[in-house]
């Protein structure tokens, strides 16, 4: 995020006039671990160093290492939940998160992090988050069903008009609902959600591809039979990587990929058990539980018409 | 446009085919064995199309002639694979098109069929004459008779949600509810016309203005568990009843309707209050040409009400 020297010289002054030397040294550990202020500025252990020039070093080295929100987001916690029992107000605070928003970015309440604001940019990591960041993040995979014979079929030409129209759906569900779309490799899709409600989110958006698919190939298809998908959405902890295929090799995104692609019944979106708990009643009771796998505890939705 | 193909191996060809014609046309493959028997009774299709993959030069020289001595029939030759070393002998039997493969790539379309019978010597079709576009609703004059489409809309399962959710969470709902609709009424080209207890009455142009209304509601009602969930953030489920019909009305700006006398009006709020169930889109048979093509399998006969023909949506399972 470009920080602007008005907005860098009010997160300095707020630094100062909130919390003293030793709570500066531990929020700067927060943030970057292993901090050592007197190594940073080069005076020695034994010279005091001012809260004013502690604060200059901190934030200078925030924006350097393009980690400026999450000191924001540090100070805007320990504006509202103090530290130890003691409250810590941050004067200048708003005009902080008004110029962070002026930037491009929003607060996000669920996750209490800033994410790039959607009306202004989509990128891969929201951007904000840097390579081995590690989240508790929803994932939604899926994978076209049949594709080698559809493409045989079919042919290649139709078949790629096909999955870019199927991109577009998917691009649309997923970002609709603060998702980004990690990889799209051939008929395949992984999209990573983190921010607001994120598993409701990203159970939301598979629906809404099934939706999406239903009309599509009654208005717009053009192969001559339905394009099926299998999908499932998972929840677990994940580093996030810029690089897919580091991304990719994770127990969370592996463990999904399987149950996508070995369990997971055609023309269906899965939910795992580490999803259902966090689904209102309203929305876990549109699924089931998948029939032709006995004591499965994977739940299954799809589109159904009566009398079909 | 109603299309006939007939093939040596229907099956095979149907994704191709189907990818040639446009979506809206009803395009039969029909196994070529038949071809003598279906050509014995008159055809009503705008075009035949005898396909000469897998059979060639002779097929065609030994078929052609049935399709030939089929009276004023408008019939060519579909060559795939351009196994044809010389197309223009499907002219010479009588042929008045040859779909080869650039062709086919290219897509068939309503322009060429009109090429084709003017080819054949018919008398081109009159083009129809161009809708008048709808001037909009802030430009009809008061008091003028229009023509109109009526949808009658309203949140499905009302008793269950007054239990659920309670009267007062209902009535918020119901003000909420009437409020999207207006916005998606506009998205179509409508106008949110009047209200009454349980729903809202929109009024859409004679002929679609961009998005089909019917579609838009079948849509609604396919994404109902998300607009429940995401637009009115309700923990209980939603689901929506939807009617249309079609007739005139004397033409008063909302919240002027007071005095407005109408049988098409009288009957679609009898048809959205006492007919339509809960996840249903209900039409008179007036409406029955505003359902889109692609979707008008998945409406069904129900019966008469009033004395009108309905037709209703198929549900989707909960």
């Known amino acids: 995020m470009k920080v602007r020297n008005s907005l860098a010289q009010i997160m300095k002054k707020s630094l100062c006039e909130a919390i003293n030397l030793d709570l500066m040294s531990r929020l700067a550990r927060d943030i970057f671990p292993d901090y050592d202020l007197h190594e940073r500025t080069g005076f020695p252990p034994t010279v005091p160093i001012t809260s004013q020039l502690a604060a200059h070093h901190i934030v200078n080295d925030a924006i350097a290492e393009n980690r400026f929100l999450h000191l924001a987001e540090r100070l805007i916690l320990l504006d509202r939940e103090g530290y130890m029992g003691r409250r810590y107000p941050v004067p200048g605070l708003a005009e902080i998160v008004k110029q962070i928003r002026v930037e491009g970015y929003v607060w996000d309440e669920n996750t209490e992090l800033f994410m790039e604001d959607p009306r202004v940019r989509r990128t891969p990591n929201w951007g904000r988050l840097l390579d081995e960041d590690e989240f508790r993040f929803a994932l939604l995979r899926l994978d076209v069903a049949n594709n080698s014979r559809m493409v045989q079929t079919h042919g290649d030409s139709a078949m790629r008009g096909a999955l870019e129209d199927l991109r577009q759906i998917v691009s649309r569900c997923v970002e609709f609902r603060a998702g980004r779309i990690w990889q799209w490799e051939g008929d395949g899709a992984l999209a990573g959600f983190l921010f607001g409600s994120r598993v409701v989110s990203a159970v939301l958006a598979g629906m809404a591809i099934l939706h999406e698919l239903f009309l599509y190939d009654r208005l717009h298809n053009r192969l001559g039979e339905p394009l099926r998908i299998r999908a499932a959405v998972h929840t677990g902890t994940l580093r996030y990587y810029a690089d897919p295929g580091k991304l990719i090799k994770q127990e969370i995104v592996q463990e999904t990929e399987e149950i996508e692609s070995r369990l997971t019944p055609v023309g269906s979106l899965v939910i795992t058990p580490a999803v259902a708990p966090s689904l209102d009643r309203v929305i876990l009771d549109r699924f089931h539980h998948i029939q032709h796998i006995s004591d499965s505890r994977l739940l299954a939705y799809e589109v159904r018409m009566e009398g079909a | ?318």
């Not at chain 2, 998005?211 to 689901?239: H, N, Q």
């Open chain 2, 1 to 318: 446009m109603r299309i006939l193909v007939f093939s040596e191996e229907p099956a095979r060809e149907e994704s191709a085919l189907r990818a040639a014609f446009p979506a809206d046309a009803s395009l039969e493959i029909l196994p070529l064995r038949g071809l003598k028997r279906t050509m014995q009774k008159p055809s009503t299709a705008d075009m035949v199309y005898l396909n000469v993959r897998g059979i060639g030069e002779a097929g065609m020289c030994k078929h052609a002639p049935v399709l030939a001595s089929a009276g004023k029939l408008l019939w060519g030759i579909l060559d795939p694979e351009a196994e044809l070393a010389d197309p223009a002998r499907a002219f010479f039997l009588g042929a008045k098109d040859y779909l080869g493969p650039g062709a086919l790539r290219s897509g068939f379309s309503g322009q060429r069929l009109a090429q084709i019978r003017g080819f054949a010597g018919m008398e081109l079709p009159k083009p129809p004459e161009p809708a008048k576009r709808f001037p909009g609703w802030d430009r009809i004059p008061e008091g003028s008779e229009l023509a109109v489409r009526f949808c009658y809309v309203s949140v499905g399962d009302p008793e269950g949600l007054r239990e659920r959710i309670g009267e007062k969470r209902l009535r918020k709902l119901r003000e909420d509810f009437a409020e999207f609709m207006a916005s998606w009424a506009a998205e179509c080209g409508g106008i949110a016309w009047m209200r009454d207890p349980e729903g809202t009455l929109l009024l859409f142009p004679e002929r679609d203005e961009g998005t089909s209304p019917v579609l838009a509601a079948f849509r609604m009602i396919l994404d109902r568990a998300l607009i429940g969930y995401e637009v009115f953030r309700l923990e209980v489920p939603l689901t929506f009843r939807f009617s249309f019909h079609a007739g005139k009305t004397v033409w008063r700006r909302p919240g002027s309707t007071g005095t407005i006398v109408s049988g098409d009006v009288n009957f679609i709020f009898h048809l959205g209050a006492k007919y339509c169930s809960d996840g249903r889109i209900t039409l008179s048979e007036e409406t029955e040409s505003s359902i889109p093509a692609p979707i008008r399998d998945l409406f069904l006969p129900a019966g008469d009400f009033e004395g009108r023909r309905i037709l209703a949506s198929r549900r989707f399972r909960d």
